[in-house]
């Protein structure tokens, strides 16, 4: 299993943070590990529509991935 990595975050929890789907509608989901933490989701080892993984990444994959990192970083502060 593969997960593809959107941002760090600092790990100290303040407000609850959001829910949010990213690429191809996979849950994004925060691990914690002491004093840092990551924004990931479940990687494409492969797509149902036939997409390789390892081709360029197509316009809405980029734009899902973005509006994650910006869903993060509105509320705390992010490393991409």
Not at 25 to 53: K, M
Not at 56 to 66: E, F, G, M, R, S
């Amino acid at each position: 299993m593969s997960y593809l990595l959107y941002c760090i975050l600092n790990g100290h929890r303040g407000p609850a943070r959001p829910t949010l789907r990213g690429v191809r509608e996979q849950t994004v989901w925060v691990l914690d590990c002491d004093d840092l933490c990551a924004a990931v989701s479940q990687g494409a080892e492969s797509s149902p529509a036939g997409h390789d993984p390892n081709s360029a990444p197509q316009l809405d994959d980029l734009l899902a991935y973005a509006k994650v990192v910006e869903a993060f970083h509105r509320r705390e502060s992010v490393v991409p």
